[in-house]
């Protein structure tokens, strides 16, 4: 749920510095106030008088649409200007539009070398950036040894971000030896910068006991700060805890306004997490059409549980009208990604002819997949045995049910199948044990009574093949098989 990795950000920042000279600081001073027009004023002049820092400044407007229109070629303009003349600071952000193919045509090369520039010079953005294309290998050969040293320089100086990257790095073992204390220790200095990443990362340790004693309520605690600032894994994990009960007093209703933050951030996991939460109705009221809203939402990011849910609830008409096409639609997706119960319920599908052309032999083809993923799958073997039972395979029924059964010992449908087998088979006998177990387990299951009544007639036992016809009749009132049991019983219903 919450796997420690490499967590080097994905956008390379924009350095916005602090100025020298009265004009500059008039101008910060006004923009810092939103008055752009007087900033703009100030730094034009200077700019065009070769002032490095106002160049960058300059550039800096155009490129945020601060007080002029948005503007990535004039950003462009000024900020090479300014790293013309070595400021560190448009070295960087020159390197991030290219890195970003922001104006220009994305160019790693050229990103990397305005960043070397500027990390050369101390700037600990840039360095904290070099790392980031180290890791990722944009411009150079992925390199977590390099990206780790970076990082070390820029968490030096300070940078919560490379800290943060720094902690990940060492939790997981990237470019340097594995090592949880050093990640806790780059951790809290971040987390007491507040940078919310880092209290998750801390969250995360105290959460799985990774350099420390496991702690939930501790994890809890630093969940919440970096939930207070809109981290979405902190949000989710947070939901997690309420969920489970783990270090806080269980209640679905916090796990679920923990898992709706995260959901809304497009945190698929959490939206699939709040789907089942509306499937069950625990924390909030049982509502289908939000679970397959939000079923529906982490699907369409990849989630193969969601898909197999968002399958279900298609192919049974809960939450959205009954649609076997897209149900079968789903359940494809889930099952390409190799998910046992889409295999599973593909499997019925073609059992029972329900969306697409009744097909013993593909029923048996998909439950087969399903067993594969998961050999403990009891419903999937009685799945693949009702197919054979269906085709008159009668020991490879017997076969299936009876490991369904091993795995599941109090598996009644099991039981049942496989005494419908043998009698079937004509071997009511050895079906008797199992129709007695099978109603013992389910005794209000009409079907265990339909079973267990016609090897009694079989055997001859009228008075009790008519008890459990009338049983039958009782839990299922319209029930064909059991009053044409009891007609040739000559019994009344």
Known sequence: MKALGLLLGGLLFLVINPVQGADLQKGMAAGACGDYATALAEFRPLAAQGNAEAEYELGLMYDLGLGVPHDYAQALTWYRKSAAQGNSSAQVNLGVMYNHGRGVPQDYAQALAWLRKSAAQGNAVAQDDLADAYAHGHGVTQDYTQAAAWLRKAAAKGSARAQTNLGFSYASGQGVPQNY?????????????????????????????????????????????AGAQGDDLAEYNLGVLYNKGQGLAQDYAQAAAWYSKAAAQGYAQAQFNLGLLYEHGQGVAQDYAQAAAWYGKAAAQGHVSAQANLGFLYTHGRGVPQDYTQGIAWYRKAAAQGNAIAENNLGILYAHG???????????????????????????????????????????AIADYTKAIVLDPSYAPAYNNRAWVYHEK?????????????????????????TRAAIFEKLGQRDKAISDYRAKLKLEPNDDFAKDGLKRLGAAP
């Open 181 to 225: 204390a050093d990640a806790l220790v780059w951790f809290h200095k971040a987390a007491e910068q507040g940078y919310a990443t880092a209290q998750t990362g801390l969250g995360i340790m105290y959460d799985e006991g990774q350099g420390v004693t496991q702690d939930y309520a501790q994890a809890a605690v630093w969940y919440r700060k």
């Open 354 to 396: 329900q969306g697409v052309p009744q097909d013993y032999d593909q029923a048996i083809a998909y439950f087969t997949k399903a067993i594969a993923l998961k050999p403990d799958g009891a419903m999937s073997y009685r799945g693949r045995g009702q197919a054979y039972t269906h085709m008159a395979l009668y020991d490879q």
């Open 426 to 450: 004509g071997e009511d006998i050895q079906g008797l044990p199992d129709a007695e177990k099978a109603v013992a387990l389910a005794p209000k299951d009409a079907n265990t009574f339909g």
